[in-house]
């Protein structure tokens, strides 16, 4: 939960910068950088970070994020099972089979399930080691591709479901771990001070997101 105003860009103290790493290994960095402000929304695992260091496009590809969906009102299901749903994660599994798997990004196709007013539900693949979402993957991307480009969907919030009465349905039965991501494209949710994150990432990082409309039938 976030006590700053998540509108705000909130300065670190030089004493206190530390830094975020950037490569497809956690042991094994491409590049570093250090942090220099940060964002964080209510009610969503993620955050925005302003690094002193930019880093270059050829060790790392953006991803633009959706602030809204190209369908019209009541149709989100239907767009999701007709385009490529990726996941992205750092989870390693505990005990023993931690001690055998480097920390290395997982990513992989994922099954939509479905939405309420909060959460976007799917079911990520199985992994070799047999799990399905793991402890450090909290934070990780959910991606659709859409005409060819890879976009950022949501961010995975954790395994739990939200508030039913706030939320709406669905009440899921889980077979294994499903992943409960925040859209990208959230709006208000009446009756909590959950952050409209389309609106905050549009305003604290106009260049980060792609607004890709709607639907003829969506704008009437």
């Given amino acids: 939960y976030a006590r700053e105003d998540p509108f705000t860009w909130n300065e670190v103290p030089v004493r206190k910068r530390f830094g975020v790493r950037v490569g497809t290994k956690g042991k094994s960095p491409i590049i ?25 496009p050829t060790i790392a590809t953006p991803m633009p994020a959706i602030t809204r969906l190209p369908v019209s009102p009541g149709t989100e299901a239907e767009f999701f099972l007709t385009h490529p749903v990726q996941y992205s994660g750092w989870g ?19 099954e939509y399930w479905t939405r309420n007013a909060c959460h976007l539900f799917t079911l990520p693949p199985v992994r070799p ?3 399905r979402i793991l402890q450090g993957d909290s934070g990780s991307p959910l991606m659709v591709v859409y005409e060819g480009r890879r976009l ?8 739990g479901i939200p508030d039913h009465e706030l939320c709406g349905i669905p009440r899921l039965r889980v077979p294994q771990r499903h992943g409960s991501y925040t859209p990208t494209f959230r709006g208000e949710i009446p009756g909590t001070d959950a952050t409209p994150i389309a609106d905050w990432l549009s305003e604290m990082a106009p260049d980060a997101v792609v607004d890709l409309g709607q639907t003829q039938a969506g704008k009437n």
Avoid: H, W
């Fill in 32 to 56: 570093q950088s250090i942090i220099q402000a940060y964002a964080v929304p209510r009610c969503a695992d993620m955050a925005l970070l302003k690094l002193t260091r930019r880093i270059p």
């Fill in 92 to 110: 390693i599994p505990k005990g023993k089979k931690a001690r055998n798997t480097p920390r290395i990004r997982n990513t992989g196709e994922v």
């Fill in 129 to 131: 080691t047999g799990e």
């Fill in 152 to 159: 950022v969907a949501g961010v995975l919030f954790g395994s």
